[in-house]
């Protein structure tokens, strides 16, 4: 069996922000063995899974893309949409537009310290639009 849903979240800003239980609490009840695949709609902000406990992993993260991807650097053409535009799809790049996590006992089969994250790499991002896919 196979359900999906298409959610949006609130709008966040710049940042990494965990979000498991905003996907959590839009799921149905999960199979007692599966898959959950969630694809970020947009290709500016990404998706990846870390540790949840810390928030200065998050600080960290952060501060580590903007030093490696600055804004206005002077070889980026596409420069339309702002300073923060081409580094934000270069950054979704490296994080991910996706994640696949198995569900085991109705739940998603998380580690201790992990978490579900959207990666904001926009100013102004938005509402940010995901589609969840279950499979059993």
Not at 17 to 41: A, C, S, W, Y
Not at 66 to 79: G, I, L, S
């Amino acid at each position: 069996m196979i359900e999906q849903y298409e959610i949006t979240l609130p709008e966040f800003r710049r940042g990494i922000h965990l979000i498991t239980r905003h996907i959590e609490n839009q799921l149905n009840t999960l199979p007692d063995k599966g898959m959950v695949n969630i694809f970020i709609k947009h290709t500016s902000a990404g998706l990846t899974i870390n540790e949840n406990a810390d928030p200065s992993v998050r600080t960290d993260l952060e501060k580590y893309f903007d030093k490696n991807v600055p804004e206005n650097a002077p070889y980026y053409r596409h420069t339309i949409e702002g300073a923060d535009d081409m580094p934000a799809h270069i950054k979704s790049v490296i994080t991910g537009a996706s994640l696949t996590i198995p569900v085991t006992n109705g739940r998603l089969n998380l580690g201790t310290w992990q978490g579900i994250f959207l990666c904001e790499f926009r100013n102004h991002g938005g509402g940010r639009k995901l589609l969840i896919t279950v499979f059993s």
